[in-house]
């Protein structure tokens, strides 16, 4: 679906342009186009390839989706994908795919599986015209950035999680296994965090320093400064997983704590009923010639041997912290 069409000169918006113009303003010197799809239909994107002549391999990724984060040359065309992570109300993370596609005088995204659009985007590159002459270079750091500075609100929503878990670890009442399962879903939500940003962070180094396309001349320092807030990201999630593996060690070691004091109190309860049950069964063993089995005093003396011996072991299992 198409969201917006426009041309743009000197760093200010000339016109709405319909699809069946795009061709022709193509033409026109010193303009360039930003067009925005939402959840575009294939034949919506060959139409846009026929006008902006793009190449058939980046179009063809474009229609599959579910890209890797990459930036890749294609002649005088620079083609984008960038996931976009969001929080639904529900907690739950959602992933969406921005494909950008990026030439001397357009610049084509298309956005889909995502709810949050760019509208304060445009807004913002239009209310900088002195950037905006830099045309689809500095369109192209602005969606970046955007889609960057969305990272930190789910890092800080990831780190959050983190710390209610591991408030509740150490809680009596909090069962093990609901921990476990939910840092491992936590583990989940980070890795696909990492794969967002990391593979990202290594290849927007290619637009700044260097060789850099003829689209970013002159751009460096703005895409250096999205580079500067992926790497805070890529190093935010090294520190949440590294607390994580710590969190599920520690997890792990309290379960097992608590199956050692569950033995040891299992044990403790076995040498109580063992006791009586030894005096017990040597007195009752069927021989004639046993000490004391004519004794009238023998069977309250073998009861009180039982309770004396049971109270002693007792009290040494209370003081050792078995019961």
Same mark, same amino acid.
């Given at each position: ?6 041309? !743009? ?11 069946? *113009? ?7 010197? *010193? ?14 994107? *060959?139409?846009?390839?026929?006008? /902006? ?14 890209? #890797?984060?990459? &930036? ?6 620079? /083609? ?13 993370? #959602? ?8 030439? #001397?005088?357009?610049?084509?995204? @298309? =956005?889909? =599986?995502?709810?949050? $659009? ?25 969606? @970046? ?24 670890? /150490? ?13 491992? *879903?936590?583990?989940?939500?980070? @890795? ?27 751009? $460096?320092?703005?895409? =250096? ?7 805070? &990201? ?64 023998? !069977? ?15 009290? =040494? ?7």
């Amino acid at each position: 679906m198409l969201i917006n069409c426009a041309a !743009y000169q000197n760093g200010s918006k000339l016109t709405d342009v319909t699809v069946e *113009d795009i061709s022709e303003h193509l033409k026109l010197p *010193d303009q360039f186009l930003w067009v925005a799809l939402k959840n575009p239909t294939d034949q919506e994107i *060959d139409k846009m390839g026929e006008e /902006f002549g793009l190449h058939e391999l980046a179009v063809e990724d474009a229609k599959h989706g579910h890209q #890797r984060p990459k &930036i890749e040359e294609y002649g005088d065309t620079l /083609f984008c994908v960038l996931h976009m992570l969001e929080v639904d109300e529900d907690d739950l993370l #959602r992933v969406g795919e921005i494909n950008i596609f990026v030439g #001397r005088n357009f610049i084509l995204s @298309m =956005r889909s =599986r995502s709810t949050v $659009g760019f509208l304060n985007v445009r807004q913002r590159c239009e209310s900088e015209p002195h950037l905006l002459t830099h045309g689809s270079g500095f369109v192209l750091y602005a969606l @970046m950035d955007a889609v960057v500075d969305r990272y930190f609100p789910v890092i800080d929503w990831l780190a959050r999680e983190l710390d209610a878990i591991e408030n509740r670890i /150490f809680e009596r009442s909090a069962s093990a296994r609901t921990n476990i399962e939910e840092l491992y *879903d936590l583990k989940r939500n980070l @890795m696909v965090v990492q794969h967002a940003a990391l593979p990202l962070l290594e290849a927007i180094s290619k637009l700044y320093g260097g060789r850099v396309p003829g689209i970013c001349v002159g751009m $460096g320092e703005y895409y =250096r400064d999205i580079y500067d807030h992926l790497a805070r &990201i890529v190093k935010s999630i090294e520190s949440i997983r590294d607390m994580l593996n710590t969190a599920i060690q520690v997890n792990l070691s309290l379960i097992s704590l608590d199956d050692s004091a569950i033995t040891k109190k299992l044990a403790a309860w076995g040498a109580l009923f063992a006791v009586p049950t030894m005096i017990a069964g040597i007195y009752g063993m069927n021989f004639e010639a046993m000490p004391e089995l004519k004794w009238m005093l023998g !069977y309250p003396m073998a009861l009180g041997l039982m309770i004396v011996l049971d109270v002693i072991l007792w009290r =040494r299992f209370k003081k050792a912290g078995w019961l």
